[in-house]
């Protein structure tokens, strides 16, 4: 009986998420004050093939290059919104919106990070740029990053890899495979739950100004469901591990040790494969480091491109 009453109750429940999503309004966030868009910086676009990509570009144009690749889930503007201002100080900052992301092209179906690697590199040749660059890839970006630098060892300068491995999805993958399969099910009838969580982790632990939740709730609803998990698949897929240690540019690993979505060891192995690797660790910051403390990010990353000696405030060294 008591089963039967549960069963029924899950039924119940299902079928009114289900008449709420396709019959009711859009869930919106309630906003308080005037709202703005914090990185207000024009881009253009470039096209690689058939397909259209959005650049910004920050700094002074004569400056050293420094190519910034955002993770999964958030574009360029979101992820680096707070640290690529700072970091124009130094370069002439790029940030392209990735494919499936931001203003760049939806490109259907399957793809691997090899692929984004080389529509990077392709952009970079558009933009007219033939000298080696420094790069800095942050989660899913930082395996974009070393697609990259492994095809094109000659166009990478120096390499910075934040929040991120060489095989992020090593265990429980059969599990982690049917997640991704799960939250996308859901997404192609309702965005709104991937949304609502991805935004209330945004404004609970502080990382978005309450002036700026408008243009993150809008971001982030703007992606595409079957599109966005193929970005999953792919980073599920990845393994750079036997082709990592090839590496001879400089390279510096940044690890979050409160990192919850890829793990710690994920990204202390990935140093250890790369022998010549520095590594420095941030203590007290998760996965959103860049957006939690990106002064001191962007302190452990102009040190390693100025060759200046160790002794970051507040970061720690391996």
Do not use: C
Not at 37 to 54: A, D, I
Not at 88 to 100: E, F, G, K, M, S
Not at 203 to 224: P, T
């Amino acid at each position: 009986m008591v089963r039967r009453i549960l069963g029924r109750s899950f039924a119940a429940a299902g079928l009114a998420w289900l008449a709420w999503r396709l019959f009711g309004p859009d869930p919106v966030p309630r906003t308080m004050g005037e709202q703005r868009r914090p990185l207000m910086v024009p881009g253009r676009s470039v096209f690689v093939g058939r397909h259209e990509f959005f650049v910004r570009e920050l700094g002074d144009a004569d400056a050293p290059v420094l190519v910034l690749i955002h993770g999964w889930n958030f574009d360029g503007e979101m992820a680096f919104h707070k640290l690529a201002p700072r970091l124009a100080q130094r370069y002439r900052v790029i940030v392209p919106d990735l494919r499936n992301h931001g203003k760049s092209d939806r490109i259907r179906g399957r793809f691997e990070l090899s692929d984004v690697a080389e529509e990077v590199k392709a952009i970079l040749d558009q933009l007219g740029i033939a000298e080696p660059v420094a790069v800095l890839g942050y989660s899913m970006g930082g395996m974009v990053a070393q697609e990259f630098a492994l095809s094109h060892p000659g166009a990478v300068s120096k390499l910075v890899l934040g929040a991120t491995a060489a095989r992020p999805l090593a265990t429980l993958r059969p599990l982690s495979w049917l997640g991704f399969a799960f939250t996308r099910a859901v997404a192609r009838i309702s965005r709104a739950e991937a949304v609502w969580a991805s935004f209330l982790v945004l404004k609970r632990n502080g990382l978005i100004g309450i002036e700026d939740e408008a243009w993150m709730w809008d971001s982030l609803l703007a992606r595409d469901a079957n599109l966005y998990h193929e970005a999953a698949f792919a980073m599920w897929r990845f393994d750079a591990r036997s082709r990592i240690g090839s590496l001879a540019m400089p390279v510096l690993v940044v690890i979050p040790e409160r990192d919850a979505l890829v793990r710690v060891p994920r990204q202390e192995e990935l140093a250890a494969l790369i022998p010549h690797a520095e590594v420095v660790r941030l203590p007290e910051l998760g996965h959103e480091s860049v957006l939690a403390e990106p002064e001191l990010f962007a302190s452990a990353v102009e040190h390693f491109l100025e060759d200046d000696p160790p002794g970051v405030s507040g970061v720690g060294e391996a």
